[in-house]
């Protein structure tokens, strides 16, 4: 995956969902479900377009998206392993063994877009930085754009998600 801070913040989701921090699974693949969706990347859009704001004009040149991160659903292996799934997950374990990374637990994300029946699977090394921040109980930072002082936010999968999302408008 090439986001470096999604990739982070999907390992902590793991660690905390399978519990990672307490037994790693390194013999079968870890599967969860991501929905994702495109949005605008700027944000009035939407209400300008329901509002009536946006002439034909603009709306035909369209706007830039974002992806957004809406869930992650923790999968039965039972239900969603399948010979495609099963051999992403070697291919990943494989590579990450050549290059000395032996004894990391191997997620699938399973990316569903919205309003299709398409689904991207992605394999992620689980990082012993992910379980041992988990161990450690650190937990996230939030700044308010409008309200004073910081807010500590307690290490969750929602709490993950949270930040992949405010990073994402962040930056834009």
């Not at 660690?15 to 079968?28: G, R, S």
């Not at 409008?146 to 936010?153: I, S």
């Amino acid at each position: 995956m090439v986001n470096p801070l999604l990739n982070h913040f999907l390992q902590l989701a793991f660690v905390l969902e399978f519990n990672l921090n307490e037994k790693l699974i390194l013999d079968k693949p870890i599967i969860a479900r991501c929905d994702v969706s495109i949005d605008p990347a700027d944000i009035t859009y939407i209400m300008r377009l329901v509002m009536g704001r946006i002439g034909d004009a603009e709306l035909s040149q369209g706007t830039q998206g974002m992806l957004q991160v809406k869930s992650f659903i923790p999968q039965e292996n039972s239900k969603t392993l399948d010979q495609n799934r099963m051999g992403i997950w070697r291919n990943v374990k494989k590579g990450n063994e050549k290059r000395g990374l032996i004894g990391r637990p191997v997620g699938l994300v399973d990316f569903y877009m919205k309003g299709t029946v398409q689904t991207l699977t992605v394999g992620i090394l689980v990082q012993e930085e992910a379980v041992e921040r988990v161990n450690e109980g650190v937990c996230f930072q939030m700044e308010s754009a409008l309200l004073p002082g910081k807010t500590d936010v307690k290490l969750s999968r929602q709490s993950c998600l949270e930040c992949v999302i405010t990073f994402c408008f962040c930056c834009y």
